[in-house]
Structures are given as structure tokens and as C-alpha cells.
């Protein structure tokens, strides 16, 4: 759950900024969304498989410009 300690003088707008932000960062709109309607368990699995493919393209992209940047 997202928390956010306001001082005092701190503007409205800017904490409902920064709310804002630490909401988007933990997932939650998502979560929401995805939980509003029902989600077939085959198009769950599906999902988390691109996921899951999505993160090691991530990693491997990731370690091939540290080792060419070493090579220099």
C-alpha cells in the first residue's frame, strides 16, 4: 500500500503528485484494471509467460552493452 507523509506546508498538488507516483511505481492502476473484469487462466498464464520473456530479453540486452562497454 502506497504511503506518503505530508509535511506541513507542503502543497495539496504536490503530494497528490507524489501520491500519484508511488501509486503508478507498486502497480496498482494496473492491478485494478486487470481485476475489474475476469481473466481466463489460459490468457493469465500467456501473460506472465511475455512477462517473464520480457524481463530476460531486459537482462540479457542489459549485460551485452556492460560487456561492450568493457571492451572499450
Same mark, same amino acid.
Given at each position: 500500500m502506497a504511503k506518503l507523509l505530508?509535511?506541513?506546508?507542503?502543497?495539496?498538488? #504536490?503530494? +497528490? #503528485?507524489?501520491? #500519484?507516483? +508511488?501509486?503508478e511505481k507498486e502497480g496498482l492502476r494496473r492491478d485494478i484494471k486487470r481485476s475489474s473484469y475476469y481473466e481466463k487462466p489460459s490468457e493469465r498464464r500467456r501473460r506472465k509467460k511475455l512477462q517473464q520473456l520480457r524481463e530476460r530479453r531486459k537482462v540479457v540486452t542489459r549485460a551485452a552493452k556492460m560487456t561492450e562497454k568493457r571492451k572499450r
Amino acid at each position: 500500500m502506497a504511503k506518503l507523509l505530508v509535511r506541513e506546508g507542503d502543497s495539496i498538488e #504536490k503530494a +497528490l #503528485k507524489q501520491f #500519484k507516483r +508511488l501509486c503508478e511505481k507498486e502497480g496498482l492502476r494496473r492491478d485494478i484494471k486487470r481485476s475489474s473484469y475476469y481473466e481466463k487462466p489460459s490468457e493469465r498464464r500467456r501473460r506472465k509467460k511475455l512477462q517473464q520473456l520480457r524481463e530476460r530479453r531486459k537482462v540479457v540486452t542489459r549485460a551485452a552493452k556492460m560487456t561492450e562497454k568493457r571492451k572499450r
